[in-house]
Structures are given as structure tokens and as C-alpha cells.
């Protein structure tokens, strides 16, 4: 079984940082792309941004220059660096993971999500 715990949401005021990490765990042969994602009340879910395991990153436009993903695969962990934040920014941001488990079964698994609030 295969799970992604995440943690480092919060109220930060208009400009603030946060810092969100991810943590996958169980059994798992390798771990593929990882990434955030976010949903905004009455939005539809979209993607901030992905890092590789090689470590190339992709980003939504609109976090570009302020949002940075990295990860560390010795502890099958993502992070999400968030500066500048805006209200805008303002979600439940979920992570996932492109996991091959142990078994030989690839398949996408989700964070629990965690909720980020920036007030004006």
C-alpha cells in the first residue's frame, strides 16, 4: 500500500512564504514524476507545478518566478517552496506521485491535501 502524507499549509498574510512537503511511503519500486496540484473553491483542480526524477520542473504560468518544486528520492519527498503569495494563491494543494510499486503496478497516488490561505 502506497501512501503520500502532506504537511506546511497555513494562513500567511499577502507576500508571505510557505513551504509544503510531501512524503511517500510504502511499497514502492520507483517513483516517477511528483508534483502539486491545487483547487481553488468553485475551480477546477490545476496543476502548479511537476519535477521529473531527474529533476526538470514544469510550472503554471501563473506561480512562475515565485513557486519552486524540488525533490529529495532518497526520501521519496517533494517539496513546494511558495514566496510572493498572493490571494489568488489561496487553495487545497494536493500532491501526487507516478509510483511503481513493488508489485510491478504503476499508477498516480494523492496527498490528502492541505489547505494554504493568503489574506489581504
Known amino acids: 500500500q502506497v501512501q503520500l502524507v502532506e504537511s506546511g499549509g497555513g494562513l500567511v498574510q499577502t507576500g508571505g512564504s510557505l513551504r509544503l512537503s510531501c512524503v511517500a511511503s510504502g511499497s514502492m519500486f520507483r517513483i516517477n514524476d511528483m508534483g502539486w496540484y491545487r483547487q481553488a473553491p468553485g475551480k477546477q483542480r490545476e496543476l502548479v507545478a511537476s519535477?521529473?526524477?531527474?529533476?526538470?520542473?514544469n510550472y503554471v504560468d501563473s506561480v512562475k518566478g515565485r513557486f519552486t518544486t524540488s525533490r529529495d528520492n532518497a526520501k521519496n519527498t517533494v517539496y513546494l517552496e511558495m514566496n510572493s503569495l498572493k490571494p489568488e494563491d489561496t487553495a487545497v494543494y494536493y500532491c501526487?506521485?507516478?509510483?511503481?510499486?513493488?508489485?510491478?503496478?504503476?499508477?498516480?497516488?494523492w496527498g490528502q491535501g492541505t489547505q494554504v490561505t493568503v489574506s489581504s
Open positions: 501526487y506521485a507516478e509510483i511503481i510499486t513493488r508489485q510491478i503496478a504503476e499508477g498516480q497516488y
Open positions: 519535477i521529473t526524477r531527474g529533476g526538470s520542473t
